[in-house]
């Protein structure tokens, strides 16, 4: 089959609604740090630290997507995309985490939305993509203190009325398990906490502002979808051993089934809160029904599966499998099968694949990046979703992690997952050859819909 008619067919695998994007984060890619009254977050201060990220970077600079805001948006038009998911940066908004709001900052976002929608793009917007105002950390410890869900509360009301009227929905949360996990378990991520018993509570503090700020947003915006984002990965054993059955269930417990049950079955599942026995979080009357409240949409952010070992930690690949530059498996099948999993498992919401996307060493070569194996990662996992969606879960959308190379967390800038290479040096964007397949296929279903 020729390429236009393979892309063709493959649009006619999903329904004329869906919606295709592209996502980024504000820490990621804006940069601009200090400008226009922004005030410290925690990813500000954490980079400061000594070998915490891989080359030494930060954010501070990253993309310049702050002062860049109108060409990065022309290249959503060139990807011909219907959507963009991206966040918004708290202490942009709130500089200290609390109190009136920064002008500025709402002028930021509002001119990004608007900017969207002149595009005919919709905005997807995040509220907490891992950029907590670095007040809240020094002054309370951040999302371990209670009150830290209530200020995000307050945050989210100010976003939904200045700017709830022109997005398509808020996700409050990205991956509240890499906050509560790498950042405050693991001590990989900001704010760079070790300890499990501080862990499990900011996953329940982050979990129950997201049923705060879910009021808060219904409240100003009744019309409006709210949804959080997940990062979920199937979990294997390693061997038909039982210990390493045992282990991968465990994982399973604490990465999938302690977000899904408290978030659709309003419980966390008895066998983590055993597992966690004196760290489990403190709970007030009243949480989990908060936690549990209904749910617009709810955002799968897949990568890789998870292969459980008894006695060591769990690993991204199965040995010897194709992998990413981030070391994670190339496995597409388990993206379906991980949506299946969950239709069969829960009562759900409509479905979004929120991300999705590889890392990979790219090269420009005479001005061009041919990166063959982004390109074959992405049409395969667009097979796959398509495969779910034939399986009979209801997923609605399918976003691309990422529009651009960015700030790559702890690895720094040396992992890159954008659609577009950028040359830090000179802030170039140079569309990858990924970037010019998504573009048709997106083209290919925009047509379908006209
Ligand atoms: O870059 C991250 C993003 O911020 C959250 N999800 C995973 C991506 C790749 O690691």
Redesign the pocket.
């Known amino acids: 089959m020729s390429d236009a008619r393979s892309i063709e067919a493959l649009c006619r695998r999903f329904p004329p609604g869906f919606v295709w994007g592209v996502a980024s ?1 504000s820490y ?1 890619i804006e940069g601009a740090a200090a400008e226009d009254g922004k005030g410290p977050s925690i990813w500000d201060d954490f980079c400061k630290r000594p070998g915490v990220i891989a080359d030494g970077s930060s954010g501070a600079v990253a993309c310049d997507h702050y002062h860049r805001l109108d060409t990065d948006l022309d290249l959503l038009t060139e990807l011909a995309v219907d959507a963009y998911r991206f966040s918004i940066s708290w202490p942009r908004i709130q500089p200290t985490g609390a109190g009136a709001p920064n002008e500025s900052g709402l002028a930021f976002y509002e001119r990004l939305i608007d900017g969207l929608l002149r595009r005919n793009i919709k905005p997807y917007v995040t509220l907490y ?2 950029d907590l105002p670095a007040a809240l950390q020094h002054a309370q410890g951040g999302w371990a203190a209670r009150d830290t869900a209530h200020r995000f509360r307050d945050y989210a009301a100010i976003v939904a009325q200045r700017l709830g009227d022109r997005v398509a929905s808020f996700a409050t949360h ?2 509240p398990w ?1 906050t509560a996990t790498l950042g405050h378990e693991l001590g990989l991520f900001a704010p760079g906490v070790r300890n499990r018993a501080i862990a499990a509570q900011v996953s329940h503090h982050c979990l129950l502002s997201h049923g705060l700020a879910a009021q808060a947003i219904r409240a100003v915006r009744p019309e409006t979808p709210v949804g959080i984002v997940l ?1 979920l990965s199937p979990i294997t054993h390693a061997t038909q051993s039982g210990a390493d059955v045992a282990q991968a269930a465990l994982e399973d417990g604490l990465l999938v089934r302690w977000y899904m049950d408290a978030l659709l079955k309003g419980a966390y599942p008895a066998d983590v809160l055993g597992h966690l026995a004196a760290d489990a979080p403190r709970i007030e009357s009243g949480d989990m029904q908060l936690i549990a409240q209904p749910l617009d949409f709810l955002g799968v ?1 897949y ?1 890789y599966p998870t292969i459980a070992y008894a006695g060591k930690p769990a690993s991204p690949a199965t040995p010897g499998a194709p992998i990413t530059d ?1 070391g994670w498996e190339v496995a597409p099948a388990s993206l379906t099968g991980l949506l299946a999993r969950l239709a069969r498992d829960y009562v759900l919401p409509p479905l979004m694949i929120t ?1 999705n ?1 590889a ?1 990979y060493r790219d090269r420009v070569e005479n001005g061009r990046v041919e990166d063959k194996a982004r390109r074959e990662y992405l049409e395969s996992h667009v097979r796959a979703a398509a495969d779910a969606i034939e399986r009979g879960v209801d997923l609605r959308g399918y976003f691309v ?2 529009l651009l190379d ?1 700030f ?2 702890a690895s720094g800038y040396d992992k890159r ?1 954008g659609l577009y290479y950028v040359d830090y040096a000179t802030q170039a964007r140079i569309a990858k050859s990924s970037a010019t397949w998504y573009a048709r296929l997106m083209r290919a279903c925009r047509l379908r819909r006209s």
């Open positions: 984060s990621q993509h891992w990205n991956e890499v990062n952010n990568y981030m991300e996307g890392a992690w990422s960015n790559e967390w997952f």
